[in-house]
Each structure stands twice: as C-alpha cells, then as structure tokens.
C-alpha cells in the first residue's frame, strides 16, 4: 500500500506542476504570481518531478513552438510524425536537449517572458540530480515494496514529466472528439483526461489557447482549474483572463 501511495502521489504531483507551473504559467502565462510564488512552485516543480524535471524555459519554448507549428513537420511533438508514441518521445527529447543547450535557432524566436532560476535550471537538468532522485526511489522501494511486481513502477518514476507529455501528445492529437475545426489534429481525449488534469482537453486548447480553463462544454471538466481558481481567489496568483461564463460552441 505504501509504494502505490507513494506512487500515485509522484504521479499526480508531477502533473499539476507541469500542467499548472510549466504549461499554463511558464509557456502561456495566464496568471501572474510576485516573485516569491514564482520561486516556490519553480523549486516545488523541481521536487515533484525529480528525476524527470523539465526547465521551465525549456518547456515554454517548445511548447510555443508546437502551438505555432502543431501537427506540421515543424512541431516538435507531433504523433502525426512518428512511427508510435516512443519515437515521438525520443525526437521531442533531442529537440528539448537542443532548447535546452540553446542551440537550436528556431526556438529562439519565442524566447521571452518565461520564469527563470538559472541555478535550478542547471543543476536540475544535471545527471547527478536525475540519478540523484533515481537512487532515492530505489532506496524507497527496497525499504517498502511488498511484492517484485510494484519494481516495474520504478521506469515511471524516472520518466515522469516525459511520459505526462507523450500522453497528452499523443492522445490529445490522435483519439477523441473534435469541438473546433483548428486545421490541425488536436482532440479532446476525454476518457484519458483523469490522467492529465485538463490537459487532454487538447483540441479546446488549440483553439483559445489562452483560456485558462481547458474545458468548454459543461461536462468537460478540468481539474487544474480548480486549483489555480482558489489560488486566484486567495491571493497567491492573479488570472490575467476571466473566463466567461458562457462559450459558444458547436452543438
């Protein structure tokens, strides 16, 4: 009970702070947050993530860069591109490697008005803190795990943040349904979402992509929404948009 507890609370933890920090924040920020907030959910993303974390600059630009260029060769996470989920997660991890070292010119054009903690950055992105993290999650499971069956859990540990992303990628933009013709692939996966906390609402995304509630029909509902509602409410951050109450959409 203990290892899936844990496991369940690194999974989800991870999530929010890729979906709420990351992506809503970082890559579009939808709110504002003074700069001790900003400090703390960049260090938080950092402790959730762990082995798997992923640099907020380098997460804004490529995902800016798949907004721009979504589901076209240019997009750097298109299903739509890749012979199955594990080559799309292998070229989008090249191209972050790339965004990362900064030496890929075409992110560069998106560069601006993203959370930066150079320190951090750099040491969260170093082999001594990825097999840092990895070593404690073994430490944890050999001192807790009652069966052999829950070590399988341990790759997904590891590669957290990325198997969030291929999730989202490819399901959000080759399963679901359709609210708005965006001239490109994105879905609504609705049935997955209760593994993205939102982020599966891919096709309402693409479509207002600044509306910090990703979903649009009464029924679409987002978690994380939720979540940065309250945190508006009680001060921690301030919603740069409001969302309103009605959306037209197609029946």
Aim: glycine share 6%.
């Amino acid at each position: 009970m203990t290892i899936l507890v844990f496991f369940v609370a690194h999974y989800y933890l991870s999530l929010f702070t890729q979906t709420f920090y990351l992506h809503r924040y970082a890559a579009h920020k939808m709110f504002t947050m003074n700069k001790f907030w900003e400090k703390f959910f960049f260090l938080f993303t950092y402790l959730c993530q762990g082995s798997s974390f992923l640099s907020p600059r380098a997460y804004a630009l490529l995902h800016r860069m798949h907004h721009a260029y979504s589901d076209t060769e240019l997009d750097p996470h298109s299903p739509h591109f890749s012979n199955n989920a594990f080559d799309m997660m292998w070229k989008t991890k090249v191209i972050y490697n790339d965004v990362l070292k900064d030496v890929h010119e075409g992110a560069r054009r998106f560069d601006g008005d993203i959370p930066e903690w150079k320190w951090l950055d750099n040491f969260g992105s170093t082999v001594y803190s990825r097999v840092g993290w990895g070593t404690a999650y073994v430490l944890f499971y050999i001192n807790f795990a009652t069966a052999w069956w829950q070590y399988l859990l341990l790759p997904i540990h590891f590669l957290m943040g990325p198997i969030h992303g291929a999730i989202v990628n490819w399901g959000g933009h080759k399963y679901g349904y359709q609210n708005f013709d965006n001239n490109d692939k994105s879905r609504n996966t609705l049935a997955l979402d209760f593994l993205a906390f939102g982020e599966l609402f891919q096709n309402n995304h693409h479509k207002l992509p600044m509306r910090v509630n990703f979903g649009v029909k009464w029924w679409e509902l987002d978690p994380t929404y939720s979540v940065i509602w309250t945190l508006d409410k009680v001060g921690v951050i301030k919603l740069k948009r409001k969302v309103a109450k009605r959306v037209a959409v197609p029946a």
